[in-house]
């Protein structure tokens, strides 16, 4: 079971704290700060840059604090804010990924969850610095926080879409014409 924790850790870890980089650089394929920008824009987030920055830094620290089981409840919080974020912006598409559909976002969610309530194992940072096993009263809150944050970053920060007629510049397009 320790073994299993771990690996968990490592790979989950590590998948969303390079999420996070490929939204803030080039690296792991990422299109750098301006392109990470631009799929926020894309998606209907207001913040732009900042935006991009807040929810890179997000994955990357949550991404690195899962790998290392440090603060897990807290790690695992910003990590279910972060993807529930990227779920709503999947959910109309369905669940399937094939279909670009919310099932990625959503499997680390419950990952980040699980390891909230399972706990990081003894080969953490949370087991050496002797703050585990972490209290249901931290886990629990971590684990509603953490999805709850990411329905209200949405609510907050997403734009509905706006017909071509109602901006500027641009011509009414008549459907029944």
Not at 27 to 42: I, K, P, V, W
Not at 138 to 147: D, E, K, R, S
Request: hydrophobic share 45%; glycine share 14%.
């Amino acid at each position: 079971m320790n073994t299993g924790l771990l690996v968990l850790r490592l790979v989950v870890g590590l998948l969303i704290a390079g999420h996070g980089v490929q939204k803030v650089s080039f690296r792991l394929g990422g299109n750098g700060l301006a392109g990470g920008t631009e799929e926020f824009r894309h998606d209907g987030f207001r913040g732009g840059r900042l935006t991009a920055v807040v929810a890179g830094a997000s994955q990357i620290g949550a991404g690195l604090f899962l790998t290392a089981g440090l603060l897990t409840p807290l790690a695992a919080m910003a990590a279910m804010g972060v993807m529930t974020v990227a779920g709503t912006v999947k959910w109309r598409k369905g669940l399937w990924v094939q279909n670009d559909g919310y099932e990625y976002p959503l499997v680390l969610v419950v990952v980040s969850a699980t390891l909230a309530l399972t706990g990081p194992g003894p080969w953490s940072l949370d087991h050496a610095l002797g703050v585990t096993p972490w209290p249901l009263r931290v886990v629990l809150p971590a684990i509603v926080l953490g999805p709850a944050s990411g329905l209200l970053t949405r609510l907050v920060l997403h734009r509905p879409p706006t017909p071509p007629a109602d901006r500027p510049g641009k011509e009414a397009v008549c459907a029944d014409c």
